[in-house]
């Protein structure tokens, strides 16, 4: 099991940065790929990108290298940097975890509101 808590999200104005954070408790964590998704008001849930346990990332969408997704193992902590903040960027962002053979993201945070004003 691998419990995952997000935090960071708030108000920002466009064109801003934001640093969300997935903290991951549990039984080798570290073992684990780590994905970002997001999902905006209306939509569905839009998987942004994931990083291996030994911390290469890769991103679905370029989003103009605004997004960064990193993390710490020492300290079983995710980021997900966000620069240049648009409007459409405002969602519910979560983090999620697999073991590296599935395909399916079995462990969910509880997600945190990102809104971006214009």
């Known amino acids: 099991q691998v419990q995952l808590v997000v935090s960071g999200g708030g108000l920002v104005q466009a064109g801003g940065s934001l640093r969300v954070s997935c903290a991951a408790s549990g039984r080798t964590v570290s073992s684990y790929v780590m994905g970002w998704f997001r999902q905006a008001p209306g939509k569905e849930r839009d998987f942004l990108g994931h990083?291996?346990?030994?911390?290469?990332?890769y991103y679905t969408d370029s989003r103009e290298g605004r997004f960064t997704i990193s993390r710490d193992n020492a300290n079983n902590m995710v980021y997900l940097q966000m620069n240049r903040l648009k409007p459409e960027d405002t969602a519910i962002y979560y983090c999620?975890?697999?073991?590296?053979?599935?395909?399916?993201?079995?462990?969910w945070g509880q997600g945190t509101q990102v809104t971006v004003s214009s």
């Open positions: 999620a975890a697999r073991l590296g053979g599935d395909s399916e993201y079995r462990f």
């Open positions: 990083i291996t346990w030994s911390g290469s990332p």
